[in-house]
T-cell receptor, first 111, second 112 residues
Framework: DGGITQSPKYLFRKEGQNVTLSCEQN?????MYWYRQDPGQGLRLIYY???????QKGDIAEGYSVSREKKESFPLTVTSAQKNPTAFYLC??????????FGNGTRLTVT | SQQGEEDPQALSIQEGENATMNCSYK?????LQWYRQNSGRGLVHLIL?????REKHSGRLRVTLDTSKKSSSLLITASRAADTASYFC????????????FGAGTRLAVHP
């Protein structure tokens, strides 16, 4: 079955450490997205990529970095520069003008 | 910046009643999409309505779009306890290069 896999489901890190969240899709979608969700809040766009080797900043890109070396993969690195990294991170993908397909998210806790 | 803003923030109803959620946005859009999220999970797409459409149905769901008022509504008829979830609208701006922006969502609780 096609879908989006985010791993791990839960992630714990100490403050000051960089951490990379994995997102893999086998839907053959060109565009991929990373969103952040805080408790009781909506989704805020971090980065998105429309094609391999290209990506754009979303509304809250500071303290995050991404790469898109393969069509199937769009990893997100939460750097130590992100002031409040504890959140639920959602990855999604789509083709042109189609709905987003979401993974089940990674809950990151930084202490 | 948030493009879509849902109203109300929370809604509590009894099974069998209808639930209406509203979404307002600020710019010209290609389409507007509604999603559902169960607690702690990813979002699931419900309906996509294009800017040249005014109404769309899918099962017990009815979505309307008024581009002159920059607003949309999602109606869930004959609600069930299993409809309990958060509902979000997302907009794709015209010329927005595939960028989708979500609102803060409506938390719906359907009581048996």
């Amino acid at each position: 079955d096609g879908g989006i896999t985010q791993s791990p489901k839960y992630l714990f890190r100490k403050e000051g450490q960089n951490v990379t969240l994995s997102c893999e899709q086998n839907l053959n979608h060109d565009a991929m997205y990373w969103y952040r969700q805080d408790p009781g809040q909506g989704l805020r766009l971090i980065y998105y990529s429309q094609i391999v080797n290209d990506f754009q900043k979303g509304d809250i890109a500071e303290g995050y970095s991404v790469s898109r070396e393969k069509k199937e993969s769009f990893p997100l690195t939460v750097t130590s520069a992100q002031k409040n990294p504890t959140a639920f991170y959602l990855c999604a993908s789509r083709t042109d003008n189609s709905p987003l397909h979401f993974g089940n998210g990674t809950r990151l806790t930084v202490t | 910046s948030q493009q879509g803003e849902e109203d109300p923030q929370a809604l509590s109803i009894q099974e069998g009643e209808n639930a209406t959620m509203n979404c307002s946005y600020k710019t010209s859009i290609n389409n507007l999409q509604w999603y559902r999220q169960n607690s702690g999970r990813g979002l699931v797409h419900l309906i996509l309505i294009r800017s040249n459409e005014r109404e769309k149905h899918s099962g017990r769901l009815r979505v309307t779009l008024d581009t002159s008022k920059k607003s949309s509504s999602l109606l869930i008829t004959a609600s069930r306890a299993a409809d309990t979830a958060s509902y979000f609208c997302a907009t794709e701006e015209s010329g927005g290069y595939n960028k989708l922006i979500f609102g803060a969502g409506t938390r719906l609780a359907v009581h048996p």
